[in-house]
């Protein structure tokens, strides 16, 4: 089964700086596509950015992008010149290319200080 | 385009109630999926359907839930009879093929006293 694994539940940016938030996965398909949701208090899930498993240039969205290691199974998220706006849960998410179901992580509370 | 949409966003009824939650997908999009989001399993797809049928509903917890998508442009997921550990946030979410991403609707948060 294809499991998504966030291992930071919480972490804190100041505003400008950059954060990290890691994601790793497991699966034996090599046809998948990731995927980034923020869900900011108004509980709303918002795609950031998405990832097919077949290019390997990592995937950029303005001030969000991937850093896609596929043999290290691993997908994290950059966020540049953090906004105050950005303060929300992310999660990641695994698909295989022909299934329909989004295995997701258990998300990390992003805080963004002034 | 209004994205999708769900009512009520917010619902308060007592055990034993029926309840029924609707979705209007994106105009186009012709998968439709119903998560669940609470504190201890995080997010769980119930089912989904793909031009209207159900493909799979392996996620819907027990009987007391049913979901039916009558036409492209709208979806109801039903419990009968409401329990208090069905207190979550429903997700309604649709997209136009297997390689497109999902997008969700606004979610209604269920609490069942």
């Known amino acids: 089964a294809q499991t998504v694994t966030q291992s930071q539940p919480e972490m804190s940016v100041q505003e400008a700086e950059t954060v990290t938030l890691s994601c790793t996965y497991d699966?034996?398909?090599?046809?998948?596509?990731l995927f980034w949701y923020k869900q900011p208090p108004s509980r709303q899930m918002i795609l950031v950015i998405r990832?097919?498993?077949?290019?390997?240039q990592n995937a950029t969205e303005n001030r969000f992008s991937v850093n896609f290691q596929k043999a290290a199974k691993s997908f994290s998220l950059k966020i540049s010149d953090s906004q105050l706006g950005d303060a929300a849960m992310y999660f990641c998410a695994y698909k295989t290319g022909t299934a329909s179901k989004l295995t997701f992580g258990t998300g990390t509370r992003l805080q963004v200080t002034l | 385009d209004a994205g999708v949409i769900q009512s009520p966003r917010h619902e308060v009824t007592e055990m034993g109630q029926e309840v029924t939650l609707r979705c209007k997908p994106i105009?186009?999009?012709?998968?439709l999926f119903w998560y669940r989001q609470t504190m201890m399993r995080g997010l769980e797809l119930l089912i989904y359907f793909n031009n209207n049928v159900p493909i799979d509903d392996s996620g819907m917890p027990e009987d007391r839930f049913s979901a039916k998508m009558p036409n492209a442009s709208f979806s109801t997921l039903k419990i009968q009879p409401s329990e208090p550990r069905d207190s979550a946030v429903y997700f309604c979410?649709?997209?136009?093929?297997?390689?497109?991403?999902?997008?969700f609707g606004p979610g209604t948060r269920l609490t069942v006293t």
């Open positions: 105009s186009g999009h012709n998968s």
């Open positions: 990832q097919e498993a077949y290019k390997q």
């Open positions: 979410a649709s997209r136009t093929g297997e390689h497109s991403e999902q997008y």
């Open positions: 699966t034996s398909e090599s046809d998948y596509y």
